[in-house]
């Protein structure tokens, strides 16, 4: 079954961290680069980072720069995101996404998400 699987979220106090996990599935993962994104009541979902095939390669967004930290490991067909000094407007469902891939036709692959809170 091809399928992403997230997990990791929670309630967090503002300043706290959470790491969250993407579990790959029924496709070769070491193939694509990975992305998470995230999505928060009543805005659109945005890109907060992503990694290359190989985990040489990582971008994120400006607002995550500096305290969330993206990551892969290929042999466990696993992408992680570590945040820290979380905030409250960083919570959100976070999804991770393979593109264009190919056992589904070359569509996106997203997983259902997890949910982060920032809450004291």
């Known amino acids: 079954q091809v399928q992403l699987v997230e997990s990791g979220g929670g309630l967090v106090q503002p300043g706290g961290s959470l790491r969250l996990t993407c579990a790959a599935s029924g496709f070769t993962f070491s193939f694509y680069a990975m992305s998470w994104y995230r999505q928060a009541p009543g805005k659109e979902r945005e890109l907060v980072a992503d990694?290359?095939?190989?985990?040489?390669?990582?971008n994120y967004a400006d607002s995550v720069k500096g305290r969330f930290t993206i990551s892969r490991d290929n042999a466990k067909n696993t992408v992680y995101l570590q945040m820290n000094s979380l905030k409250p407007e960083d919570a959100a469902v976070y999804y991770c996404k393979a593109p264009k891939v190919r056992r589904i036709g070359g569509m996106d692959l997203w997983g259902e998400g997890t949910l982060v809170t920032v809450s004291s």
């Open positions: 990694i290359s095939s190989g985990g040489g390669s990582t």
